[in-house]
């Protein structure tokens, strides 16, 4: 069986691996990657930056020439630009060379993840205008934070990558702004969480303008000097010596037509990670799937997902059972001295859904009282009739996160809020009260 795998990052060289080990010599694999890094993680860009991590390299988990001696071959700098279902064929152009060839498949696995979405003013390449996708473009960013003449860094665009390289921008002592069309940062989230992570960015000397479209740029040359804005009718310039452009990513899936697709591109797959057409899968930031709280098509281009998405199409190509997979929707950030998670559906989401819902929220300790003072907030969301788990979201300081993360597992487990609030959970004044801030936020849902 040959199988040909578009995309060499987190989706692609997962199922490659898995793969590879299941179906060992029995199994032809070509990993077609355009770009020259594969299996590197992009999430930790930001942190690259920031300097917390040192050097890029550490963020690639296996390189070429590793898995060239695991038996995967992959090939750099080669992009698909055309896929034939009825004959199994592909298309595919050297970047370095110029050259075209077709290659066949019995099996297709479309990882091509997703790139910068490059809309006007940002779809003009200029000397000094940065984007976040690949490990060489975080090193663009960090050497260039070391000049001294790079006072001013705007940043457009509010979603995780954005506030995470606001940060690392702000702690090479530069004027960092933010701005975001929508009316606040990560519009995933609900407000009250969304401006609490605006007060802690305002309160360490970033600036944050939602609300606010970058209408076009000033520019010496190719030199952006200034992004000319607009907030409710009124024009302002931001002087400018860096932009980063994050606002918002695309599916990059251009190059097959025939496949079910949402509005943004996104090829639809199904729990096994089928496409509408056979023998063609798709995972990763490239593919949508349904909900499992919802049932209805959702978006989350994370890490987590498209190594998960990636392993089950290696299950499946390889003839072993595959792992069960259900789509939650769980993220984190730390973001200065604030923690924030989202786990399953936000109160705005729920609404969207047309669900009867309730939503409550309680401020706790994040340790037994007499431990420590740090206090975290949690938000729940749970159906009105069945009271059974919808959504999470926390956010505050101490242990923030693994509180979310509890219930991602009530939300998998389908438990109602009376049952999360008797989970036997570890207690010790380091870690809670006897009493979790978690189970308290169930035991007080009425």
């Known amino acids: 069986m040959k199988v040909i795998i578009i995309g060499g990052v987190a989706a692609g060289m997962s199922a490659a691996s898995k793969l590879k080990r299941l179906g060992k010599d029995s199994v032809d694999i070509v990993v077609y990657e355009k770009g020259d890094e594969i299996s590197y993680g992009a999430c930790g860009i930001p942190f690259y930056i920031s300097d917390h ?32 279902t009825d004959k199994k064929t592909v298309t595919v152009k050297n970047l370095k060379t110029g050259e075209e060839f077709t290659d066949t498949y019995d099996k297709l696995v ?25 490990v060489a473009d975080g090193t663009k960013v960090k050497e260039s934070l070391l000049d001294q003449k790079v006072k001013h860094v705007v940043i457009v665009g509010g979603g995780f990558i954005g506030l995470e390289v606001a940060e690392a921008c702000k702690r090479y002592g530069k004027e960092v702004t933010v701005v975001e069309l929508a009316p606040h940062v990560l519009a995933a989230f609900d407000p009250e969480l969304s401006e609490a992570l605006e007060a802690e960015m305002e309160a360490n000397g970033v600036h944050v303008r939602t609300n606010t479209k970058v209408t076009s740029l000033k520019c010496d040359g190719d ?14 310039e931001i002087p400018v010596d860096m932009l980063i452009n ?23 797959v199904n729990e096994r990670m089928e496409t509408s057409v056979p023998d063609v899968y798709a995972a990763g930031d490239c593919s949508i799937m349904r909900s499992a709280i919802t049932g209805a098509y959702s978006y989350a281009p994370l890490g987590t997902n498209a190594n998960k998405q990636g392993r089950i199409i290696g299950e499946i190509l390889g003839g072993a ?22 786990v399953g559906l936000s109160e705005k989401d729920a609404k969207a859904a047309g669900l009867d819902y309730k939503a409550h929220t309680i401020t706790g300790n994040s340790y037994a009282s007499y431990y420590g003072k740090e206090k975290l907030n949690i938000k729940i969301i749970y159906d009105a009739k069945t009271r059974k788990i919808l959504g999470c979201e926390t956010w505050g300081q101490g242990i923030v996160v693994p509180r979310a993360n509890y219930y991602s597992i009530a939300i998998y487990a389908g438990l109602t809020v009376d049952e999360m609030g008797f989970m036997d959970l570890c207690y010790s004044p380091p870690f809670s009260g006897v009493w979790d801030a978690a189970l308290i936020a169930s035991n007080s849902a009425k």
């Open 53 to 84: 991590i040192k050097h890029g390299q550490e963020l690639i988990a296996r390189t070429v020439e590793e898995f060239a001696q695991s038996g995967i071959p992959i090939k750099t700098f080669h992009e698909v630009t055309a896929v034939d």
């Open 110 to 134: 479309i990882g091509s993840g997703a790139g910068v979405r490059h809309f006007p003013p940002f779809d003009v390449p200029r000397d000094n205008l940065f984007e976040i996708r690949a």
């Open 223 to 236: 030199h952006i000097t200034a992004a000319v804005v607009e907030c409710d009718g009124q024009s302002a």
């Open 246 to 268: 994050s606002a918002g990513i695309a599916p990059a899936t251009g190059f097959i037509t025939n496949v079910e697709k949402e509005r943004n591109g996104a090829i639809r």
């Open 321 to 342: 059972q595959p792992s069960p997979f259900k789509l939650i929707g769980s993220s984190a950030l730390r973001l200065f001295g604030l923690d924030a998670a989202k």
